[in-house]
């Protein structure tokens, strides 16, 4: 998603039934385009392996004469517009390897990898709310659950399938109602947490609904009928394998639903809003909360308030780490030197206030970031932050004796 000086471009997301011709058909192409991807990958790293480069354009060269060759003529029945925006994708993980983002890009798998294809605007025509891709003679049967902004056109159409078997398509457009909102004069600290999946500087606490946990005995008991199926490609396992895969997206439905509420919640409402830079990947890797921080959705959390909040005109600053944010009394600025997960509420041995464990991270958040905000601290590169800052390592201030 970017932002220009008129409008955003945007994503719009809707499902839609296809017909068997149309499932059949979009089934082939993600076939192909997995193909594709994994043949140039393949020939990326042989080329690699002798210490020459190949890029885009030769790759797309191979597609034509792969195209030609008997043992992959059936590339020719599918549209060649997302054969050729996977290689465009194969070229965009190569840059982001070669500079130090991600790691090297891995080859599609028919059962784990994610189903989909990329359109242009050769590969599709819309018309009147109609959408028709490259290949078919009827129109996606889409089910409209908002409009497009008025007279928006799509410049890419992404089509896909998840886990679950349900059909979506993804149409990029500019959307010119998305404008700065007014400045406002207020400020808040957010602490994410289990308990309380966020504490505001403010004393407001959201209560963690835990989506996952409340279906955790259904999704045991199909795990486990999937578990008792005979592997392969059969029928009842495909079956089994469907009925997990629905509460799965369930769960994550219900996740995004309550994030895209909380973060649009907090944008409008707020000019700056300050979060701890957390490192979530490093976190789950303890095996205790691993479960429950995954289920609370802390990284989808920060990416939907960053992005958000450069729609808006709003700043999102990251405190570093580092910062004892729960140790430090937000008062007069002792410093408590431990302070385990168990303790949640505390009294400060310098001013005796009594503290909430979570309010009182918010509010030195808070302070913190609007240190950063007002006179300026070392800003480091964010993982994927379109517009955030972050505080470098901060030192609480010593009291004298």
Not at 62 to 80: G, I, P, Q, R
Not at 139 to 148: A, E, I, N, T, Y
Not at 250 to 272: G, S
Request: with cysteine; charged share 25%; glycine share 6%.
């Amino acid at each position: 998603m970017s932002v220009t000086a008129t409008c955003v471009k945007r994503a719009f997301k809707y499902r839609f039934h296809p017909t068997d011709a149309q499932a059949a058909e979009l089934s082939r192409t993600f076939g192909c385009v997995r193909k594709v991807y994994n043949l140039a990958l393949a020939a990326r790293t042989e080329a690699w392996a002798r210490q020459e480069r190949v890029n885009y354009n030769a790759t797309s060269a191979m597609l034509t004469a792969w195209k030609k060759t008997e043992e992959l003529a059936y590339l020719n029945d599918v549209s060649s517009v997302p054969l050729q925006q996977t290689l465009r994708h194969l070229q965009t993980a190569f840059t982001h390897f070669f500079g130090k983002r991600c790691k090297y890009p891995r080859f599609k798998s028919r059962k784990k990898s994610r189903r989909s294809a990329e359109y242009t605007t050769s590969g599709f025509r819309f018309r009147e709310g109609k959408l028709t891709l490259a290949k078919m003679a009827e129109p996606l049967d889409l089910v409209w659950s908002r409009p497009l902004p008025e007279g928006a056109t799509p410049s890419t159409v992404t089509v896909s399938q998840d886990a679950a078997g349900r059909w979506f398509v993804s149409m990029l457009c500019e959307d010119p109602t998305v404008k700065p909102l007014p400045a406002a004069d207020t400020a808040v600290g957010v602490d994410v947490g289990l308990e309380h999946l966020l504490t505001l500087s403010t004393g407001e606490k959201i209560a963690n609904p835990r989506h996952e946990r409340r279906d955790r005995i259904r999704l045991a008991k199909a795990q486990r009928a999937l578990a008792k199926k005979a592997r392969g490609d059969g029928a009842n396992r495909r079956k089994a394998r469907i009925r997990v895969a629905k509460i799965y997206a369930r769960i994550a439905d219900r996740r995004r639903d309550l994030l895209h509420k909380l973060t649009t919640r907090l944008v409008r409402e707020n000019q700056t809003l300050v979060i701890e830079d957390l490192t979530v990947r490093n976190m789950v890797k303890n095996h205790t909360l691993a479960r429950a921080i995954s289920d609370a959705g802390w990284s989808e959390f920060r990416s939907l308030l960053e992005y958000k909040a450069t729609w808006y005109g709003r700043e999102v600053i990251a405190v570093d780490r580092f910062f004892p944010s729960s140790r430090l009394c937000s008062a007069c600025g002792t410093l408590q030197k431990k302070m385990p997960l168990s303790v949640r509420t505390w009294t400060c041995e310098g001013c005796g206030t009594v503290h909430d464990r979570d309010v009182n991270a918010a509010k030195n958040l808070l302070a913190a970031g609007l240190a950063v905000s007002v006179c300026g601290a070392g800003v480091r590169p964010q993982r994927s932050s379109p517009g955030g800052r972050s505080a470098t390592k901060q030192k609480p201030p010593r009291r004298e004796p």
